[in-house]
Each structure stands twice: as C-alpha cells, then as structure tokens.
C-alpha cells in the first residue's frame, strides 16, 4: 500500500470538493439541519471556493492519497481570527467515510502538525462542531486541548481546541 501527501495546486478543485462534500454528507448529517447541509455539501459551490483558493494561492493545502486514489484533505494557514493572531489553524482535514478508522487522518495531521510546526508556529487551533464527537475524540488523541471557547456556526456550535508544538 502506497501513501502520498502533496501539496495542493491549481487543478485539483474538483478533488478537494469532493472529499470535502462526501465527508460532510457522512460526518455532519446528524449535527446540521439537512437544508444547512446540502447548501454546503454543493459540489459546484465547494469547487468554486477551492478553485478560488488554489489560484489566489491562500492557505496551505495537502491531499492524501492512497495506492494513487485521492482520500484526505488538510488546510491550515495563520489563524484568521484576530484574537489568535500568531497561532495556526487548522482549518479543515477531511477524509472520504470508506476509509475512516484506518490511520490516513492520523498520517494526514502528523503530517500537517510538522508542515506548521516547520513554518514556525508554536500552537495550532481547529474549530469543531460540538457534536461532532469523532472529531473531537480523534483531536484529543492528537494532543489538542478544548479551550472554553466557543461560537455559532451553521445553526449549531462549534468549540475551539488548541495544541502547542515543539520548536522546529
């Protein structure tokens, strides 16, 4: 079994999409109302919003794939939020359902964790929807701690986790 992590560049909008939109479908079909969900389970849309980050080259993405197949996603780049400014994060990892609980998020997020850990950050956050209990079991696994924030997001809450790391 062959596993690959690369950068994202321009052209592969189509595959971000889709993996973010299946992993939605799966992930948030119990957490979001079903009309919140397929508006942002759109695949023209997300395509749109990945094809408009590839070409103004904002953030820092990676695909995974397996034996050549496509299968995760990560995004991170400096915290948008001004409250954490000189932190990272995290903004999206998502893998395609078939494959969850096999070791390819993990193998994505060491990976990413290094990639942010290399560009100089001391601490990384994510937010995560509150009832999304998998991810936030797998962040906690992962080192992250929940910091007593959180904000509404798409009609429910998401919390926000943060992990330090290491000097490069």
């Given at each position: 079994m062959e596993i690959t992590i690369r950068k994202v560049k321009p052209g592969d909008?189509?595959?971000?999409?889709?993996?973010?939109?299946?992993?939605?479908?799966?992930?948030?079909?119990?957490?979001l109302e079903p009309d919140?969900?397929?508006?942002?389970?759109?695949?023209?849309?997300?395509?749109?919003?990945?094809?408009?980050?590839?070409?103004?080259?904002?953030?820092?993405?990676?695909?995974?794939?397996?034996?050549?197949?496509?299968?995760?996603?990560?995004?991170?780049?400096?915290?948008?939020?001004?409250?954490?400014e000189g932190k990272a994060e995290l903004i999206a990892i998502h893998s395609l359902p078939e494959n969850w609980r096999k070791g390819?998020?993990?193998?994505?997020?060491?990976?990413?964790?290094?990639?942010?850990?290399?560009?100089?950050?001391s601490e990384v956050v994510p937010w995560v929807f509150r009832?999304?209990?998998?991810?936030?079991?797998?962040y906690e696994a992962k080192g992250f701690k929940l910091t007593g924030i959180s904000k509404p997001a798409l009609g429910t809450e998401e919390v926000l986790y943060a992990r330090t790391l290491g000097q490069p």
């Open positions: 909008e189509n595959t971000l999409a889709y993996i973010q939109t299946e992993s939605w479908k799966a992930a948030f079909v119990h957490i919140v969900l397929a508006k942002n389970t759109d695949l023209q849309r997300s395509t749109a919003m990945y094809q408009r980050l590839l070409e103004g080259n904002i953030g820092n993405g990676y695909i995974l794939s397996v034996n050549g197949k496509p299968h995760a996603l990560a995004f991170w780049d400096a915290a948008r939020d001004a409250d954490y390819y998020g993990s193998r994505m997020m060491d990976y990413v964790l290094e990639e942010i850990r290399q560009s100089g950050f009832d999304n209990t998998n991810a936030r079991a797998f």
